[in-house]
């Protein structure tokens, strides 16, 4: 959600500062992790609710309508795929501009968006296939995004994915979160803007937390204790620098570049990891695999001799703006990225999808996971986000770090 306060001295360090710290070992990193380290973070009771009302209602009565139809035969799987399928634009996505983002709920005209989510609830009406597929990913996910993930939705372990949520849904059983949100990590933070990525582990499964950023909650739900200690380190970080929100918001990261990702992108009501080994998890090391590639082809870029110098020629005969464009274009969209890996999930996934600390302009960032289980085990006090922006300002030069205290 788009943040109205007033601007905050950015808490990013000078170039001076820079530093980075050897990641710790394999040992520490097993000695870090927990078992289900939010399922502390579940439990709250009296939050208040979404601010939209009606998109939370419209999308509601879309998955109610899809959850009643009846399960498709051989015959029907065979047919061709309906309207609300194979021309799934009914939903609007979202600009991949970030300048001017907020959250889903408010890019959309709320008339609009409540008749194009009665036109697929009829279609969903029809068929059962219409809510399942690769539908969801084609509406609600950032145009960029869906671009270099489409061929992950047309494999056969994310048809199984789909084929088991409508199997979860059509039994009655609650997923967070809803439809629309759980691809809102790309949203707002669009491949070309990456800097930073928070690799999470699932969805809060508690009523109302989750919204499809790892670690964030929205507007007017309480704060989960594992962002309460990313806050608390952040205060001892930055100090007076770095006032924490009332809020669990994290949009304003995303905005800036921070990617947050989880590993499992849905999870059953009130059953942390319920939905670990369905199907997320390829598809998350999917995205996690684009971004490293992306950044090793900034880093092939920059370190060629003939692309320096057709860069110099070029930037020669252009403007500042013209010339900071061209260089990003050249080294595929990004200078560098780094990826916060807290606990040994996250560190896992990411050795997984094959990025590690030889990944060429990739830094990686290992600890504890903040959870109040494991917080005081080396999450506290990792210093991670000056590293973070140390190893930026190097690469994007100054104020190319994180504004951290921007919620």
């Given at each position: 959600?788009?943040?109205?306060?007033?601007?905050?001295?950015?808490?990013?360090?000078s170039?001076?500062?820079?530093?980075?710290?050897?990641?710790?070992?394999?040992?520490?990193i097993?000695?870090?992790?927990v078992?289900?380290?939010?399922?502390?973070?579940?439990?709250l009771?009296?939050?208040?609710?979404?601010?939209?009302?009606?998109?939370?209602?419209?999308?509601?009565e879309?998955?109610?309508a899809?959850?009643?139809?009846?399960?498709?035969?051989?015959?029907?799987?065979?047919?061709?795929?309906s309207?609300?399928?194979?021309?799934?634009?009914t939903?609007?996505?979202?600009?991949?501009?970030?300048s001017?983002?907020?959250?889903?709920?408010?890019?959309?005209?709320?008339d609009?968006?409540?008749e194009a989510a009665?036109?697929?609830?009829?279609?969903?009406s029809?068929?059962p296939?219409?809510?399942g597929?690769?539908?969801?990913?084609?509406?609600?996910?950032?145009?960029?995004?869906?671009?270099?993930?489409?061929?992950?939705?047309?494999?056969?372990y994310?048809?199984?994915?789909?084929?088991?949520?409508?199997?979860?849904?059509?039994?009655?059983?609650t997923i967070?979160p809803?439809?629309?949100l759980?691809?809102?990590w790309?949203?707002?933070?669009?491949?070309?803007?990456?800097?930073v990525?928070?690799?999470?582990?699932?969805?809060?499964?508690?009523?109302k937390?989750?919204c499809?950023?790892?670690?964030?909650?929205?507007?007017?739900?309480?704060v989960?204790?594992?962002?309460?200690?990313?806050?608390?380190?952040l205060?001892?970080?930055?100090?007076?620098?770095?006032?924490?929100?009332?809020?669990?918001c994290?949009?304003?990261w995303?905005?800036?570049?921070?990617?947050?990702?989880?590993?499992?992108?849905t999870?059953?009501?009130?059953q942390?990891?319920s939905h670990?080994?369905?199907?997320?998890e390829?598809?998350?090391?999917?995205?996690l695999?684009?971004?490293?590639?992306?950044?090793?082809?900034?880093?092939?870029?920059?370190?060629?001799?003939?692309?320096?110098m057709?860069?110099?020629?070029?930037?020669?005969?252009q403007?500042?703006p013209?010339k900071?464009?061209?260089?990003?274009?050249e080294?595929?969209g990004?200078?560098?990225?780094?990826?916060?890996?807290w606990?040994?999930?996250?560190?896992?996934?990411?050795?997984?999808?094959?990025i590690?600390?030889?990944?060429?302009?990739?830094l990686?960032?290992?600890?504890a996971h903040?959870?109040?289980?494991s917080?005081?085990?080396?999450?506290?006090?990792n210093g991670?986000?000056?590293?973070?922006?140390?190893?930026?300002?190097?690469?994007?030069?100054p104020?190319?770090?994180?504004?951290?205290?921007?919620?």
């Amino acid at each position: 959600m788009a943040s109205t306060s007033a601007p905050k001295r950015p808490l990013s360090p000078s170039v001076s500062q820079a530093s980075s710290a050897p990641s710790p070992s394999a040992k520490r990193i097993r000695e870090a992790s927990v078992t289900g380290p939010d399922d502390i973070d579940g439990v709250l009771d009296g939050v208040d609710g979404f601010d939209d009302e009606a998109l939370i209602e419209a999308a509601s009565e879309i998955e109610e309508a899809a959850s009643s139809s009846p399960a498709n035969s051989q015959s029907q799987q065979s047919q061709p795929r309906s309207k609300a399928t194979s021309t799934a634009g009914t939903l609007a996505r979202a600009p991949t501009k970030t300048s001017s983002a907020s959250s889903f709920g408010t890019q959309i005209n709320g008339d609009a968006l409540l008749e194009a989510a009665s036109e697929v609830e009829e279609e969903a009406s029809r068929s059962p296939l219409s809510h399942g597929d690769e539908a969801v990913e084609r509406q609600t996910m950032d145009k960029e995004w869906f671009d270099r993930m489409e061929g992950e939705t047309k494999k056969p372990y994310f048809k199984q994915l789909k084929t088991f949520l409508a199997g979860e849904r059509a039994s009655g059983k609650t997923i967070y979160p809803p439809a629309h949100l759980i691809h809102s990590w790309s949203r707002l933070t669009p491949l070309h803007t990456v800097k930073v990525v928070v690799v999470g582990q699932d969805p809060y499964h508690g009523p109302k937390q989750a919204c499809g950023h790892s670690f964030s909650v929205q507007k007017g739900v309480a704060v989960p204790a594992s962002l309460k200690n990313i806050y608390k380190e952040l205060s001892t970080e930055y100090g007076d620098q770095f006032q924490q929100p009332k809020h669990g918001c994290l949009d304003g990261w995303a905005k800036q570049g921070v990617l947050l990702l989880n590993a499992c992108l849905t999870v059953q009501a009130g059953q942390a990891a319920s939905h670990h080994g369905k199907g997320w998890e390829p598809f998350t090391k999917a995205v996690l695999k684009i971004i490293a590639d992306e950044a090793s082809k900034g880093a092939t870029a920059k370190n060629s001799k003939l692309a320096s110098m057709f860069s110099k020629q070029q930037q020669q005969q252009q403007s500042p703006p013209q010339k900071d464009k061209k260089a990003s274009d050249e080294q595929g969209g990004t200078k560098g990225v780094v990826f916060l890996a807290w606990g040994l999930p996250a560190a896992k996934s990411l050795a997984e999808a094959g990025i590690t600390d030889k990944t060429p302009n990739v830094l990686i960032l290992r600890s504890a996971h903040p959870s109040p289980l494991s917080a005081h085990r080396g999450f506290l006090g990792n210093g991670h986000f000056k590293k973070a922006n140390d190893w930026l300002q190097e690469r994007y030069g100054p104020g190319g770090g994180i504004d951290w205290g921007k919620l």
